[in-house]
């Protein structure tokens, strides 16, 4: 079956732009989780659906928003961009299973602020 | 935050030589994966072990877990210039999100 989709791959913004990426996870998976990836901070996670509903955030300022759709599809979004929001933005299809959750990742959304 | 860290941070081997990378961790866990990422491309699922599994494999990869320890490695035998790569540990806390390692970068030299 088809993988993790993320569109687009490469973006370039200008500070206090806004931007928004979109995710459509596995077939069949429900549950979508974002991360970003700097050479700073390593992978960070920023926040997770399942079934139209955030479950879970990590530590992010309110720029940083995210939804589901009814088909699982997912969009992230950021507002009023920094320079430090430059990164790699991952998302992740995960899957229930006995003994916890398992994820798969798309390519990644480069983004740069400029 | 960071929960695991792994070790070395970069590991220079040559090819045909077994590469070995260890990750620890700090709370309970669920399961514990493995990724490889190349050069800030997305993240290829490797392998993930359960918090009752010891020791798994998947063909050139063995994956060992010890819960007393919070310690993990992944052992990549009979390594190949393709494996040249970043590789992350990520524990599963039960949170619907993983916790990465800062990863260890692999350099196979030919």
């Known amino acids: 079956k088809a993988g993790v989709t993320q569109t687009p791959r490469y973006l370039i913004k200008t500070r206090g732009q806004q931007v928004t990426l979109s995710c459509s996870p596995i077939?069949?998976?429900?549950?979508v989780s974002w991360y970003q990836q700097t050479p700073g901070q390593g992978l960070q996670f920023l926040f997770e659906y399942f079934s139209e509903t955030q479950r879970n955030k990590g530590n992010f300022p309110g720029r940083f928003s995210g939804r589901q759709f009814s088909n699982s599809r997912s969009e992230m979004n950021v507002s009023t961009l920094e320079l430090g929001d430059s990164a790699l933005y991952l998302c992740?299809?995960?899957?229930?299973?006995?003994?916890?959750?398992?994820?798969?990742f798309g390519q990644g959304t480069r983004l740069t602020v400029v | 935050s960071q929960q695991g860290e792994e070790d070395p941070q970069a590991l220079s081997i040559q090819e045909g030589e077994n590469a070995t990378m260890n990750c620890s961790y700090k709370?309970?866990?669920?399961?514990l994966q493995w990724y490889r990422q190349n050069s800030g491309r997305g993240l290829v699922h490797l392998i993930l072990i359960r918090s009752n599994e010891r020791e798994k494999h998947s063909g050139r990869l063995r994956v060992t877990l010890d819960t007393s320890k919070k310690s993990s490695s992944l052992l990549i035998t009979a390594s190949r210039a393709a494996d040249t790569a970043s590789y992350f540990c990520?524990?599963?806390?039960?949170?619907?999100?993983?916790?990465f390692g800062q990863g260890t970068r692999l350099t196979i030299n030919p």
């Open positions: 709370t309970s866990i669920n399961n």
């Open positions: 992740a299809s995960t899957e229930m299973r006995a003994g916890g959750t398992e994820a798969f």
């Open positions: 990520a524990t599963d806390e039960g949170a619907q999100k993983l916790v």
């Open positions: 077939s069949g998976h429900r549950s």
